[in-house]
């Protein structure tokens, strides 16, 4: 490695690669740079142990999976994870199940997104060798718009500013993160679109009431059901935007939740302790282009998804998959076709996930709209999955996602 003088810093180190924030969408990247013997650090503000346990996402698409697994990025994913390949829609009193999986001989995974952070660190870090530096503080990020940008960072072991010189940086922090900043602040559009409504979230210490995801539809708000393991259940309640999740103890949580997914013939919800209560404002934004001079956006940082489809996880992966191996054809081979097309080629993808994500919001949350006409346009939209093969099978392509189309 080469080595110059910087300000505030005895050297700045030089690595082809800094890529700022340790989630899927980081980690993956680093991965693939490592996979083909190209130096990198990834930066991170979190500890390891914070970014292992940190709740987040758990639905994965299969060609995510199969993406992991080109890679050798897969883990223990294939013996953990729940394969899915139904879902249960809970209106008017009645249960409609909607086999996806006989329908396409598709399915979806359940492997809580801490399991895949867990899995890719590791390899990233203790298999393939990578750099990681946790616990980081004030990450700046410098002459963008130059072949030599640069990024600098407090170390959290002897308080003192650390600069990394490199070719290109991966801005993979989200999306409060300085990479998001520093591009919106370059040449970038905005779109954003807000739901106007709010979804708690809930972890409940309690197995999964059904071998499914269920989703209430219903006049008082949307409920959803989501198992993230034989012991633990995800839960969501809709409530207004910037509810205090004071205002749901344990008791009206449950009476909510035995409402809007309760339907004839049901079981009743195994109850649990809580042991997460988040409040979830529903918005989502595009940043476009996905990349400026030397940064380029991916996961969060990029476009942000609200959890309505459960896309955001897999959009970040693709993104990863898109720009990784971009990044190796242009250090390992000088081919920089995949940098120079990668927002055009990915913000299709973006787009038709946003997209979803609305008409998948006005069935879940129509009913409970307050206008009639909204309510009566969303239950005909269910009645439709049921009763129509075609719309059946659109809305399982969406669904499920399929990269093939793009």
Not at 258 to 269: I, K, Q, S, Y
Request: aromatic share 10%; glycine share 10%.
């Amino acid at each position: 490695m080469t080595t110059s003088p910087h300000a505030n810093s005895p050297a700045a180190q030089h690595v082809p690669v800094v890529v700022v924030g340790a989630g899927p969408a980081g980690l993956t990247v680093g991965n693939i740079l490592r996979a083909a013997h190209l130096d990198c650090v990834v930066l991170e503000t979190e500890s390891r142990e914070f970014i292992e346990r940190r709740p987040r996402a758990g639905v994965i698409e299969e060609w995510a999976v199969r993406g992991l697994q080109q890679r050798g990025l897969a883990g223990r994913l294939p013996e953990r994870a729940q394969p899915h390949t139904a879902c249960e829609f809970r209106f008017e009193g009645e249960r409609y199940r909607f086999d996806y999986g006989d329908l396409t001989g598709r399915h979806h995974f359940v492997y809580p997104q801490p399991l895949l952070v867990t899995d890719l660190v590791h390899e990233y870090a203790d298999v393939r060798g990578g750099d990681a530096r946790f616990s980081v503080r004030d990450v700046e990020l410098r002459d963008l718009d130059t072949d030599h940008p640069s990024v600098s960072y407090t170390c959290p072991d002897t308080g003192r500013r650390r600069v990394l010189r490199c070719d290109f940086v991966v801005g993979a922090d989200g999306a409060r993160g300085v990479s998001w900043t520093a591009l919106t602040r370059e040449r970038a559009r905005i779109a954003r679109h807000d739901y106007g409504i709010g979804w708690l979230a809930l972890l409940a210490e309690a197995p999964p009431s059904s071998d499914c995801v269920l989703f209430g539809v219903h006049p008082r708000g949307f409920a959803g059901h989501m198992a993230r393991s034989p012991e633990v259940t995800r839960y969501y309640l809709q409530c207004p935007p910037g509810d205090d999740p004071g205002n749901w103890p344990h008791e009206r949580v449950w009476a909510e939740l035995h409402e809007r997914l309760g339907a004839a013939g049901a079981p009743p919800l195994t109850e649990g302790r809580l042991i997460e209560k988040r409040v979830l404002d529903m918005h989502d934004y595009v940043v476009e282009p996905m990349a400026h001079g030397r940064l380029y956006l991916a996961g969060d940082a990029a476009h942000l998804v609200a959890p309505i489809a459960a896309k955001g996880m897999n959009l970040a992966l693709h993104d990863a998959f898109l720009l990784g191996d971009a990044l190796v054809a242009r250090l390992a081979e000088g081919d920089g076709t995949g940098l120079d097309g990668y927002s055009e080629a990915w913000l299709r993808r973006v787009w038709d996930y946003q997209e979803f994500s609305q008409w998948l919001s006005e069935v879940y949350h129509g009913v409970a709209a307050g206008d009639p006409f909204r309510a009566g346009t969303a239950l005909a939209r269910l009645r439709r999955l049921f009763t129509s093969p075609t719309a059946a099978a659109a809305f399982a392509e969406q669904y499920l996602g399929t990269a093939e189309r793009y």
